[in-house]
């Protein structure tokens, strides 16, 4: 009864207008499909419908262990619009909730999978007992890749992986004829998406040509006078358009690094653009599906170990990316021999579900909870209800992960620990340290943590005016050339060079670097987090750092 809407509350009041003999099952506390339409408000005011109620409540639960339930009351009861109840089990006590961090989502991946892999290895059990749970359908990604590198079976519940969706499909064809234009799958599947007036007819006589010529398709068009094609002038301009447009994507992914190359195809083939425009909650889901795409390529062109030099990073095309996703594009038929799979799904989609293993993942703030639905106190109580959800799902072991970075249209942002971690009673949780020792070092743990115990003290749970966000639109990226930077303080000098430590590195500076030892600082290039330094080593010459990364210590 607590998915009900507004017109079926109608009609079952009208049923029972007459008798009043009436009966509901319901659980106030997973009411979580506002957004489609499904109002809490008719199971809270039951009461005032029909005074002479009785309640039947059924507390006790059968599924999970008692940490998890009593976890899950801790955080359930800071909710102020719920019917009282203390859910219980009889159940053993169980293992604490774990909570891991990481500096990215393709670590947390990494962190997700490998403890999937050693836990099946471990206590012997198969690989349908594990599900990944996350807010949004485009977290996924680095949780696929991360399964697909250790060879682990895994099944989107309820929809499809990652990289066959459409949206993700269409643009990477777009990134592979930029590489290679003779890709005749991809230049059918483009060659008139986002629509440009290059109908079926005529692309049936193109394809024709090209076969009885033995010819590809590109070759074809690129002269299609040549080729016998006796198009009007106006289809043959919007074939010389579509023909331009590529020849320019293979100039640039020649010449930029994958993330630019991507970016500069997705905006000027019109594809984000058709996706912006539809405001549908599916139109919004492929658009964020697109985002994190070229998040993941952004992370690809950055994934640069502080050792790595400049020319090495500047091989990080998009024809090498392709070749780094090839294995994880390829056709995702389900197998034949039904193995028993990881489950992924959004956390909306598991209710009523249970698994002995569960990875609630992407535990950041303006991700879960959503920056979509803070606008007031009543959606994030709804963040909350689905919260709950997430972690009623574990039978046995419940465990947390977030990163404490993110890429967001190519700039990397630092994210705060969602504040439903500091919610659930401490005594039920046990904080796991960093994957690796860089982890230790970053200070948005320290800074999330904090900024979570400040709000949950002074009973702040709705974000600050300034940084509300209505249901509306997605940001779309800026073009390049207009992107609005901030000003950096001219009081505040050499904040732009600051490591992940929080030193201020100058040039002239001696430090000292784990691997290379000591060395001067040359000169410093862009600004945080992506600054760069040239630093001369005394033994292993000049190398190319990123401060973020490169976690040096200040000699003098």
Not at 1 to 21: C, G, H, P
Request: proline residues 4%.
């Amino acid at each position: 009864y607590q998915d009900t809407n507004y017109s079926q509350y109608l009609i079952v009041k009208k049923l029972a207008s007459v008798f009043e003999n009436i009966c509901v099952v319901g659980d106030d506390a997973q009411s979580i499909y506002a957004f489609r339409g499904a109002n809490i408000r008719n199971i809270l005011n039951f009461k005032n419908d029909y005074p002479d109620l009785k309640t039947f409540k059924l507390e006790q639960n059968y599924r999970s262990t008692s940490n998890i339930v009593k976890a899950a009351n801790s955080l359930i009861e800071k909710n102020q619009d719920q019917l009282e109840k203390v859910i219980w089990t009889q159940n053993e006590e169980g293992e604490k909730i774990l909570v891991s961090r990481a500096f990215s989502d393709n670590e947390e991946g990494q962190i997700v999978a490998n403890s999937i892999f050693e836990n099946a290895a471990r206590e012997r059990v198969n690989y349908d007992k594990f599900a990944i749970l996350y807010r949004t359908n485009s977290q996924s990604r680095a949780m696929e890749e991360a399964l697909r590198r250790l060879g682990i079976p895994y099944r989107i519940y309820g929809g499809l992986g990652f990289f066959q969706r459409k949206e993700v499909k269409d643009l990477l064809s777009y990134w592979r004829l930029a590489v290679n234009p003779d890709d005749e799958e991809a230049l059918k599947r483009v060659i008139n998406y986002p629509t440009r007036g290059i109908g079926q007819t005529t692309l049936d006589r193109i394809f024709t040509v090209a076969t009885n010529l033995k010819l590809s398709i590109w070759k074809v068009i690129e002269n299609p006078v040549g080729s016998g094609l006796n198009f009007n002038s106006a289809t043959l301009a919007r074939i010389n358009q579509f023909v331009e447009m590529i020849q320019s994507f293979r100039m640039i992914s020649a010449t930029k690094n994958a993330y630019d190359s991507g970016m500069h195809i997705a905006m000027h083939s019109s594809l984000l653009k058709e996706l912006y425009q539809d405001k549908t909650p599916e139109g919004i889901n492929r658009y964020e599906n697109v985002q994190e795409l070229l998040n993941g390529l952004k992370e690809y062109t950055s994934d640069d170990l502080a050792e790595e030099s400049e020319n090495k990073l500047n091989e990080r095309l998009l024809k090498n990316y392709l070749q780094d996703i090839a294995l994880l594009t390829g056709d995702e038929k389900e197998d034949k021999d039904e193995r028993p799979k990881v489950s992924l799904m959004t956390v909306h989609a598991s209710k009523g579900l249970e698994f002995p293993y569960v990875y609630v993942v992407g535990m950041e703030e303006n991700l879960f909870p959503s920056q979509m639905v803070l606008s007031s106190r009543e959606e994030l109580e709804e963040e909350r209800r689905l919260f709950y959800v997430a972690i009623t799902r574990a039978e046995r072991k419940l465990n947390l992960s977030f990163a404490t970075s993110r890429y967001r249209w190519g700039t990397l942002n630092y994210c705060e620990p969602s504040r439903f971690i500091s919610e659930i009673d401490a005594k039920f949780i046990q904080h796991l340290p960093g994957y690796n020792d860089k982890n230790n070092d970053n200070p948005a743990w320290e800074v999330g943590e904090r900024k979570a115990q400040k709000n949950l003290k002074s009973g702040f749970f709705s974000r600050p005016q300034s940084q509300k966000s209505s249901r509306s639109e997605p940001s779309i990226p800026p073009k390049p050339g207009l992107r609005k930077l901030s000003k950096i303080s001219d009081e505040t000098p050499g904040l732009q060079s600051s490591d992940s430590n929080g030193l201020q590195i100058l040039p002239g500076m001696t430090v000292r670097h784990e691997r290379f030892g000591v060395g001067t600082v040359e000169h410093l290039e862009g600004n945080m987090p992506n600054t760069k330094a040239t630093i001369s080593f005394r033994e292993a010459g000049q190398k190319q750092l990123f401060l973020k990364f490169a976690k040096l210590e200040i000699v003098e």
